[in-house]
T-cell receptor
Framework: GAVVSQHPSWVICKSGTSVKIECRSL??????MFWYRQFPKQSLMLMAT?????????EQGVEKDKFLINHASLTLSTLTVTSAHPEDSSFYIC??????????FGPGTRLTVL | QKEVEQNSGPLSVPEGAIASLNCTYS??????FFWYRQYSGKSPELIMS????GDKEDGRFTAQLNKASQYVSLLIRDSQPSDSATYLC???????????FGKGTRLHILP
């Protein structure tokens, strides 16, 4: 089956620093990658949709200048949380897809901002 | 506002019994429906997808869809302790072509 990796799997950082999370599709080329955020006991909330070579589309309420997304190739997308604050602590999950109906989720990245 | 509603649980079911998980959605334009299983601290994994009214069976899992009632359910037969997890209902609404997740139902299989 299709495999999506994320790196790092967990990260702890100080408030005000920036954190980069990588999402890779290992054995297929993904036309689209999605970034989700999940707070404890909450649902997955879509943050943004990115297509290779174009700007990401952000959901309402998600600050594009704070959550920088780069989709440099069909197998790699990165999410950078800039000037992270404790309220950004969450579980960040990416998914890669060839169609909306078929999404393969990465294992997630646990971000803790002190 | 488009919503996917699930009872948060926990739903406790004896081992070997049938677990029934329910989900309602608000947008009649929804066309694709999914059930994901999520273990604590892990990302979701797809269990079932269903697109047409009626039942769809895959091993111990049966998804049921009723578009008129805007209702989708998941039945797990012969429940096992390893089935203990949070089950997320997800819906794709045609207009936005985005997947919307419910908050999930926590299922606890009692050994």
């Amino acid at each position: 089956g299709a495999v999506v990796s994320q790196h790092p799997s967990w990260v702890i950082c100080k408030s005000g620093t920036s954190v980069k999370i990588e999402c890779r599709s290992l054995d297929f080329q993904a036309t689209t990658m999605f970034w989700y955020r999940q707070f404890p006991k909450q649902s997955l909330m879509l943050m943004a949709t990115s297509n290779e070579g174009s700007k990401a589309t952000y959901e309402q309420g998600v600050e594009k200048d704070k959550f920088l997304i780069n989709h440099a190739s069909l197998t790699l997308s990165t999410l950078t949380v800039t000037s992270a604050h404790p309220e950004d602590s969450s579980f960040y999950i990416c998914s890669a897809s060839v169609s909306t109906d078929t999404q393969y989720f990465g294992p997630g990245t646990r971000l803790t901002v002190l | 506002q488009k919503e996917v509603e699930q009872n948060s649980g926990p739903l406790s079911v004896p081992e070997g019994a049938i677990a029934s998980l329910n989900c309602t959605y608000s947008d009649r334009g929804s066309q694709s429906f999914f059930w994901y299983r999520q273990y604590s601290g892990k990302s979701p994994e797809l269990i079932m997808s269903i697109y047409s009214n009626g039942d769809k069976e895959d091993g111990r899992f049966t998804a049921q869809l009723n578009k008129a009632s805007q209702y989708v359910s998941l039945l797990i037969r012969d429940s096992q302790p390893s089935d203990s997890a949070t089950y997320l209902c997800a819906v794709i609404e045609r207009r936005d072509d985005k997947i919307i997740f419910g908050k999930g139902t926590r299922l606890h299989i009692l050994p």
